[in-house]
Every structure is written in C-alpha cells, then in structure tokens.
C-alpha cells in the first residue's frame, strides 16, 4: 500500500541528495549547499500535496534551491555568481552522491549526527521528519545538525571518496550508519508508528544507491539482501490487533516470496567475491530462516555453522545470544542453556525472554515464568511488552 | 589547512616508558625522528614539553590572578607535546595521526587563522 506521503518521500529521496551533491561540489561549502536543498524540500513537501508533484520534480526543487541561493546569499558574491551561471539540467558526476555519503558519515563526528546528516542531507528528510522517526524534540535533531555542519567546515572534513587505503574502514562506517538506520525503523514499525517516516524505506535505498555505486563491494550487496529479506516478512510480522507475531509463528504464506529469491540471488553474487562479512553473514542467517518451509523445516546445523563464522569476525555476546536459540535445535535444550547461562547479559531482555524458552522446554516452568517477568522488567518496546505479558498469562 | 596535533600521555603510558631501558628509549626517540623526517614537508612547527609536575596555573578569573602549582586540570591524560601541520584537509591529518608511533592519544584541532 502506498500512501501519498510514501510518493513524496520516494520523489524527494531520488533528487534532494543528488541537488546536495551537484551544490556542494558548485559552491564547495557543504552547510550553504545544504541549507538551500533543506529549504528547496520544505517548500515542495509544503505545495506538492496542494499542487500535485511537478513532471519533472528535480528541475523543479533545483529552480526553488537556485532562486533562494541568489535571494539568501546576497552576502556571499562569490557563491551567488556560481549559482547564477548554474543551468538546468545539471549534470552531477556519478560519484558525487558517494561523496556526499562519506562526507556525512565521517568518523570525525558523532554516530547520531552522522545519522542525521545522511537522513537530511542524501535522504531529503526534514528535520522534523527525523525527530519523530527518532523520537527525539526537534531542536535536538536541528542542534545536531547545526554543530555537524559547523564541524564540516571548521574542522576541515573533506568532500570526497577516501583513499583504497582507508576506504575499507570508511565503508564500514557508512554501512553501520545504514543499519542503524534501518533498525531504529525495523524495531519500532508497529501500528501506533505508522506516522513515523519509513525508515526502513530510506535504509533500503540508500543500501541499493550504495550497491549501484559500488557494485563490487560484498558487504554492501550483503546488508541489502538482508535489509530486504527482513523486509520481505513485513506483512507477517504483526497480527491484525496490531501485535508482534514471533517468527515461530508468523504464517508464512505472507512473506514476498520473489523479494526473498532476489535477495538470495544477490547474496549469492556477493559470495562470489570471496570476501566473507558480518553483514553477509547475518543475510546468510536470515535466509536460511526465509528459505525454510516451516520453523520445524529450518537448517539449524547450518544457522549456527554461520553464527560461528560471524562470530569469528564479529565476536558479540548477543551474537552469542542468537547462536543459542539455533543450538537448542541441534544440541538440545539444556546444552543451550548452559551456553546462554554463561554469557552474563543480565540487563538484557532477550537473555531473560531466551532462557524462558528454553526452562520452559526443560519443564522449569516457574523458572520460566521469572525469567520472562524479568525480561518484561527491561524492555520498553511497546509490541516486546505485549508479547511477554501474553505469555506470562496464567 | 593549519591544525595543531596535541599528543598526550596517559598513566599507563608513562609506567611503561619508566620501566623501559636506555636502549628502548634510543628506539621509541629514533622512531619519533623517523615520523619527523617523513612528515618534515608538512610540519610547520613541533615542540615537546616538561613533564606536567613542571607546570604552573595563573587563574585570571576572580580578580586578582592566583597562581597555583600543577597543570590546570589533574588529569590522567597529559598533553606533553605538539606539532602544527599544514595539509589539505582533516583526512590528511588524521592519516599524520593515525602513524604517531609514541604516546596513545592524539587530539587535533584546526588552528584559526
């Protein structure tokens, strides 16, 4: 189901970072160039839904951006002559957008600014459409923003693709941005958040921007596949009343069966690299639970060969978490147990919810029911809460 | 761009480097020059400080000025010397950084010009 507001934000998405580029690459000052996009997409999200989307929205945005930049500008001569000689069309260089991405996710600044600068700046999102998808006040998300553009400047964060030797590293930071993004939106999709801008939607494209850019990077193919898969589940994930329904449950006939097969192609592509990551690895995983028929049919030997292998090149006690719950299939309850028992996650949810399961399957039911009270004492996810209290009803 | 890069020692920093033997030092002294040498194009300007138990606080803020004994904040992190750089952007002087082979923390800061 698409909502006009799904339309706005897909028509922004696709032209408001590829303006960003083409501006900061003309006006080589990235917080002028992204105040004039902000205002140019305020504008649109203020008169499109009156006047209806333009034929051609990047011409238009480009002429709102153009005009304000002369208007506003007056100060700045040096740039108002640029953007005076500046014609439609444009013609950005391909790689501009990239640069725009690495400049946002810039280890020198904080992860949630690099979150906010990527969502305003390559995302066309408006601040406010950032403070409730994060529900945060709006000033927070303007302040952040604020102080990362006036980093940019003053500390000299350059505008461009880094070096192969640093690029590795780079990337990583880029892709975490990117799945941070698309967790905050994964988490908290649930009824009472339709509101919320689809952050799973901008997670998404900006994943398959990145593959289209850097088609020969693995790890990139591997967090879209599994920003795909976990989307290709979507229908099933919540009941009509609106609540969570665990994979164990979830009635399969709903998933998007072609999005699972395309996803798996492209990870199957990426695995012709040779260059195993975290990121494919955990597509890896989720695949063999979308490929399966049922819960029962699932390849559980093979869910944990591939814990193990993250584990290696990612080692993380929740990893270790989920590597339990695929145990308790292979080497039975009480061998995953004592795994879980020795992996001291006392203050997180899912290590108290997990060893329910698991006491419940070993007839410890009143341990069980402790261990869920518990778990329901550390969550704050609304559908997490509703889930656990379901099953602590006597 | 003008950046300063602040090099810092910390506690554990400063055992290890006590514990060493005049020939260790010989090595960390000759890989500092090393960075030096590589580096000399860009550096502008480079100094290292006396230890902090050298230092002395002039506070100008109530008045009369106070002078007290000790670097104004007792810290476990001590900036103990600096180099400023002039490089294209905070990509180079991070990379400058990120070969420092001496003390484990390294703060830099753009210089106003």
């Avoid at chain 1, 390559?122 to 006040?137: H, N, S, Y």
């Avoid at chain 1, 309850?333 to 329910?356: F, I, N, Q, W």
């Avoid at chain 1, 410890?364 to 996810?381: G, K, V």
Wanted: proline share 6%.
């Amino acid at each position: 189901m698409t909502s006009p507001d799904d339309v706005l934000a897909r028509v922004v998405r696709e032209h408001a970072g590829r303006l960003a580029a083409s501006l900061v690459s003309l006006l080589g000052d990235f917080s002028a160039a992204e105040d004039l996009v902000a205002d140019a997409v305020e504008t649109a999200l203020r008169r499109w839904p009156v006047e209806g989307v333009p034929d051609r929205p990047d011409a238009w945005l480009f002429t709102v951006a153009k005009n304000r930049g002369l208007d506003v500008l007056r100060r700045q001569a040096r740039y108002r002559e640029k953007l005076a000689q500046l014609q439609w069309p444009v013609q950005p260089e391909p790689d501009d957008r990239l640069r725009l991405i690495f400049t946002c996710c810039h280890p020198a600044l904080s992860r949630e600014a690099q979150i906010a600068l990527t969502l305003r700046v390559v995302c066309g999102l408006t601040t406010a459409q950032i403070a409730r998808a994060f529900l945060v006040p709006e000033t927070t998300v303007a302040q952040r923003l604020t102080r990362a553009k006036r980093k940019i400047t003053d500390a000299g964060i350059p505008y461009r693709i880094p070096a192969p030797e640093e690029l590795g590293e780079r990337l990583a930071q880029v892709l975490h941005v990117v799945y941070l993004m698309f967790n905050e939106g994964y988490l908290s999709s649930s009824a009472d958040r339709v509101q919320s801008h689809d952050l799973v939607a901008d997670a998404d494209w900006l994943a398959s921007l990145l593959h289209g850019l850097m088609p020969r990077e693995p790890e990139i193919a591997g967090l879209l596949a599994l920003i795909r898969l976990h989307r290709a589940r979507t229908a099933a994930r919540f009941s009509p009343e609106g609540n969570l329904v665990q994979l164990q449950d979830q009635d399969r006939s709903r998933w998007d069966q072609q999005m699972i097969g395309e996803a798996v192609e492209l990870l199957t592509r990426a695995a012709h690299h040779r260059r195993p990551g975290p990121y494919q690895l955990q597509a890896a995983i989720v695949a063999c639970h979308a490929e399966a028929k049922s819960w029962e049919d699932t390849d559980w030997p093979q869910i944990v060969i591939l814990y193990d292998m993250l584990l290696c090149l990612a080692p993380s006690p929740v990893t270790r978490l989920h590597r339990t719950i695929a145990l308790r299939y292979v080497s039975g309850a009480e061998k995953a147990l004592a795994e879980l028992d020795s992996l001291g996650l006392d203050r997180y949810h899912l290590y108290h919810a997990t060893r329910a399961e698991l006491l419940r399957d070993l007839g410890r039911d009143d341990e069980a029911r402790e261990a869920d009270q518990r778990a329901l004492e550390l969550t704050a996810n609304p559908a997490e809460q509703a889930l656990l209290k379901q099953r602590l009803r006597p | 761009m003008k950046y300063v890069l602040m090099f810092c020692e910390t506690e554990q920093w400063e055992k290890d480097w006590e514990a060493m033997d005049q020939s260790e030092r010989d090595a960390g002294f000759a890989k500092v020059g090393q960075w030096m040498a590589e580096h000399a194009d860009k550096i502008t300007h480079n100094r290292k400080l006396a230890g902090p138990e050298t230092a002395t606080t002039v506070r100008l803020e109530d008045g009369e000025p106070i002078i007290t004994d000790g670097p104004f904040i007792e810290g476990k992190e001590v900036v103990s010397g600096y180099v400023e750089v002039e490089v294209a952007d905070l990509d180079e002087a991070l990379r400058m950084a990120r070969t420092w082979p001496a003390c484990p923390l390294v703060e830099i800061r753009p210089v106003l010009m």
